[in-house]
């Protein structure tokens, strides 16, 4: 009896022993499905593919590479087996230089028992997932992510019940997008009630809504960077048991206020919702996810002040408030969060002084409330602090000295000051791990310091834009040896000796900047500065011609020699075949720009404006497949403008020439074109229709030439669905303004929201434009988001006001001015509550002014002279501003501010002849109208010198302006 239970337990031992001995591990139909799925692709182990995936991978692992027929596919990278069946449970093939396409009969969707398939960072060449992936039944971890699949994602997706992990996220700005259709997210949500990690960053969720997301409780990870997700906020997704981790940043799109906690997830320790539309206040409840190490809610409109008790979170590491509207002093609370090791409260309206108990901050490693309104000196005495790296408080107001702990802090690395009101001389300095000084944009007065020469360690010193005085040798500050960045631009008292024969060099610097500074001669640095990439030279007083060691230095890439008084011949920059951007713009060159131009084969910015040259534009220039910005305003250019122009420009200033004949069609194939401005020429064309086909355009400035016609009904499916500014003044455009042509402005009926002054975000193109608004000429040193205008004016239109210019709620500035237009003044105008600058002058129009008018509340330019209005004016509001100016020429109108009253009798004043009112209407002069002006909030404009950098780093933008 014993032995034969002796035998019963050993028998499927020594069975599975057998089994193990006389077959493969590997199943022989996974075994041929993998050699199949391998030769269906190539492998990419080129340099491109390399620099793409660099970031992510770091290196290539060639996994498939060790595939070959006759060995055990178990034992093959990237392989695991069941350790019985030999069945494929797992493909780990991430990073694997694998490219070309899956196609639906793929043997992969043959693996029945795989239960893990990663295939991220491989290039599957645009094609789109295949629907065969839901054959997969047993998966429970999915990882598609970077691999270059497009379209729609299958419906057969949510077939994978048992997933625990899915994540299809793509790179930022991914041009082939993965799209979810709302009937295959809410059955892929509701049938996958395992998950626990789903992240599909940069996928496009725009047709489904916060409303679909019914997630499962066992949720840990939640990722929807910048999906398109529409709706209202819901509290809800803060609730669920196991969420540690929420990504929602970039949903433009997803609105509402936070509401008072009613219920949290206790585990949550990463909160993500920057660069949405969420408004109000943070509350107080906020408090309660004390797990919390990152809290991140920048680029919002949160108003209001910050919640005292958010501070007092004791694991929070990480808090960004940055971009917001929120107002009131930072709560003095600081000591209560011991464990704070990031704080960033960038570009809000905090108002009040640095509390004092920063001292309690022991642990703090970076410090960054810039961009703000703090006020008064910085505390004299603070304790603690020996572990903070970064220091940066840049533009606020704060004032006084700069206190001498600033420099003594033994492990600062990075100290920003810039862009307050500090005074008085830099401090001496005992700290001497600094690596990063930028005290830019204050009143710091007296010489510089010597003693700033034992910071041995600086990489970044800027000191640009204060009042020091006396006289420093330029050879002063190659004692630093690490030093890439030097700014000490807007020093007009200080005096840089650059001696010939004193032996110096920068065997690393890369960004030098000596603008308006006052400089008669180019400095001597002739073999002293081997590396410099960026040099910086503009606004000062140069004069003649650029010296030969500057066009023969072959690592000089970004020039700037604007605002002086130079005449070298252009031909002379195409000499430095590998510079990229060139600005000689507001100088005194002459002659033309020839075809050496063109050996410069990689300039991407070319500034010419403001000069005197002559003669045409070259071919080859404007057909470089590098060129994406060209400025060569105000000139004396002539002839026609080429029409080979290439597609990747992106902003061109054509403008103030002598420019003729046709408009170059060729420019509808600059798909990336976004500003086009050809005012102040001598074209002769009709209205270039073809140009609908940019998708990206939101300037076009076509002012002051010889365009005639009608605009016709569009008959395209296209428009202009991002235009913000519209200028086609002043030609001989006839014929009714169509409607069709209004409704196309999808950007002009949308209101952008007040953003804080300072935020990049503000502007929509970080380019230069010449504006006729309120009744003058400005120029933009950037293009703001909120500046929308349609000019009209000085043409031939006729018939009435469409009905539908209502629709364009987001204009700021319309002016109709000097053209045929009759009829009434449409009652839907009343609907454009953000104008601020109305100009309907000169025309035929009758009938009562409006009183929706008064919806207007931000008016503060109207004209409305020389028509055939009557009625009364109407009272209140922004309307009890404007001046008689306003309304003159229309004599039936009666009531403030003009001296007839409405109790007098309008028949005693007849309407002006026809004769009296085309006199008045042809006998203007196209000057600027200061007339109309009201009280309104001011839109305010900077002006100043400006050089154009595309993605640049934040010290480029401190460098070399934006």
């Keep these: 009896m014993k032995s034969s239970t002796r035998m019963g337990w050993l028998f499927p031992v020594l069975l599975l022993f057998h089994f193990s001995f006389s077959h493969s591990w590997c199943h022989p139909h996974d075994n041929l499905a993998l050699l199949h799925f391998k030769a269906s692709f190539t492998l990419n182990f080129t340099d491109s593919y390399n620099n793409y995936y660099v970031d992510y991978c770091h290196q290539v692992y060639p996994t498939i590479t060790t595939w070959e027929n006759g060995t055990d596919c178990c034992s093959w990278s990237g392989v695991t087996c069941h350790p019985i069946s030999g069945h494929v449970t797992a493909l780990e093939l991430a990073c694997g230089a694998i490219q070309g396409k899956i196609n639906a009969n793929s043997t992969l969707f043959s693996l029945s028992q795989m239960q893990s398939l990663n295939l991220a960072f491989n290039d599957f060449s645009n094609s789109q997932i295949p629907s065969t992936i839901g054959e997969l039944v047993n998966l429970t971890h999915l990882n598609l992510s970077f691999t270059n699949f497009k379209g729609e994602i299958p419906p057969q997706i949510s077939h994978l019940s048992k997933l625990q992990s899915l994540d299809l996220s793509l790179p930022l700005n991914n041009q082939s997008q993965l799209k979810w259709e709302e009937i295959t997210w809410t059955r892929m949500l509701r049938n996958a ?40 906020f819901s509290d809800d ?71 005292p008790s958010l501070l007092t979170l004791p694991r929070l590491n990480y808090l960004l408030l940055c971009y917001n ?398 235009l913000k500014i519209f200028d086609i003044s002043s030609n001989n455009f006839s014929g009714p303004i169509p409607e069709d042509f209004i409704q196309i402005f999808e950007s002009m009926k949308n209101v952008v929201q007040d953003e804080v002054v300072g935020n990049p975000q503000l502007y929509m193109e970080w380019e230069p434009i010449t504006v006729t608004t309120k009744g003058t000429i400005l120029l933009f040193e950037r293009i703001p988001k909120n500046f929308v205008s349609i000019d009209l004016s000085g043409n031939k239109f006729e018939g009435e006001i469409p009905k539908v210019l209502g629709e364009l709620q987001a204009l700021t500035g319309l002016n109709l001015s000097h053209n045929r237009l009759s009829g009434h003044i449409p009652q839907s105008m009343g609907n454009l509550t953000v104008l601020e600058s109305l100009d309907l002058s000169s025309n035929m129009l009758t009938g009562s002014i409006p009183t929706e008018f008064l919806n207007m509340i931000f008016l503060e330019v109207l004209n409305l002279s020389y028509n055939h209005l009557v009625g009364e004016i109407p009272m209140g509001k922004q309307f009890g501003s404007f001046s008689s100016d306003s309304y003159k020429g229309n004599l039936g109108l009666c009531g403030d501010p003009l001296s007839m009253k409405c109790s007098q009798k309008h028949d005693e004043h007849p309407p002006p002849s026809q004769s009296l009112w085309r006199e008045e209407k042809f006998g203007f002069d196209r000057k600027p109208l200061g007339i109309g002006y009201g009280c309104g909030t001011v839109f305010g404009v900077r002006i100043g010198s400006f050089m154009f950098f595309m993605g640049k780093p934040k010290w480029l933008v401190r460098m070399f302006g934006g």
Aim: glycine share 4%.
């Design 325 to 722: 509207l929120l107002s009131g002093k930072i709560p003095n609370v600081f000591h209560q969060s011991n464990r704070l090791e990031e704080l960033n409260l960038n570009s809000n309206n905090i108002e009040g002084e640095l509390p004092s108990t920063f001292s309690n901050l022991q642990h703090l490693i970076y410090l960054d409330i810039s961009y703000n309104k703090l006020e008064g000196p910085l505390p004299n005495k603070i304790t603690g602090f020996s572990n903070l790296t970064s220091l940066i408080l840049t533009d606020n107001l704060l004032s006084g000295t700069i206190p001498s702990l600033c420099f003594s802090l033994p492990s600062l690395v990075s100290l920003d000051l810039s862009l307050n009101q500090f005074t008085g001389a830099i401090p001496a300095i005992s700290s001497y791990s600094l690596q990063s000084l930028v005290l830019d944009g204050n009143k710091l007065q007296g010489n510089i310091s010597e003693s700033i020469c034992n910071l041995v360690n600086l990489i970044d010193l800027s000191l640009s834009s204060n009042n020091f005085s006396g006289s420093v040798n330029f050879s002063l500050f190659s004692k630093f040896q690490n030093l890439e960045i030097l700014g000490l631009s807007n020093s007009s008292q200080l005096s840089l000796n650059f001696e010939s024969s004193v032996n110096y060099s920068f065997s690393r610097l890369l960004q030098l900047d000596l603008s308006s500074m006052g400089l008669t001669e180019f400095p001597k640095l002739s073999r002293k500065i081997p590396v410099l990439q960026y040099l910086k030279l503009s606004d000062n007083k140069l004069n003649g011609k650029v010296p030969n060691w500057l066009h023969e230095m072959d690592s000089l890439r970004y020039v700037s020699l604007a605002r002086n008084f130079l005449t070298t011949p252009v031909d002379q920059f195409s000499r430095n075949y590998k510079l990229i951007q060139l600005d000689v713009s507001f100088n005194l060159l002459t002659g033309g720009i020839t075809l050496s131009i063109c050996n410069a084969s990689t300039l991407q910015v070319l500034d010419l404006s403001e000069n005197k040259l002559t003669g045409t534009i070259p071919e080859c220039l404007v057909s470089s497949p590098f060129l994406f910005r060209l400025s060569l305003e105000r000139n004396r250019l002539n002839g026609t403008l080429p029409n080979t122009f290439e597609k990747n420009v992106k902003a061109l200033h054509l403008n103030d020439n002598r420019f003729e004949g046709p408009l170059p069609e060729s420019l509808s194939n600059c798909m990336q074109l976004a500003v086009l401005n050809l005012g102040n020429n001598q074209l002769e064309d009709t209205f270039p229709h073809w140009l609908q086909t940019l998708p990206h355009l939101k300037v076009l400035v076509l002012r002051d030439n010889k365009l005639h016609g009608p605009i016709s009904k569009f008959n395209t499916k296209y428009g202009f669905p991002r």
């Design 193 to 232: 009630t395992d998950l626990r990690v789903l992240v599909l960053d940069y996928t496009d969720l725009s047709s489904t809504s916060t409303r679909s997301l019914n997630l499962s409780s066992s949720l840990i990870t939640l990722s929807l960077r910048e999906t398109g997700l529409k709706g209202k």
């Design 237 to 307: 997704m803060l609730c669920f048991p196991n969420l540690q981790h929420l990504y929602l940043s970039g949903n433009f799109d997803l609105h509402g206020q936070l509401q008072d906690l009613s219920c949290a997830s206790a585990s949550l320790n990463v909160l993500e919702i920057s660069s949405c539309e969420l408004h109000g206040p943070i509350p107080d409840s906020f408090s309660n996810l004390t797990h919390l190490t990152l809290f991140d809610l920048s680029d919002n409109y949160f108003n209001s002040s910050i919640p």
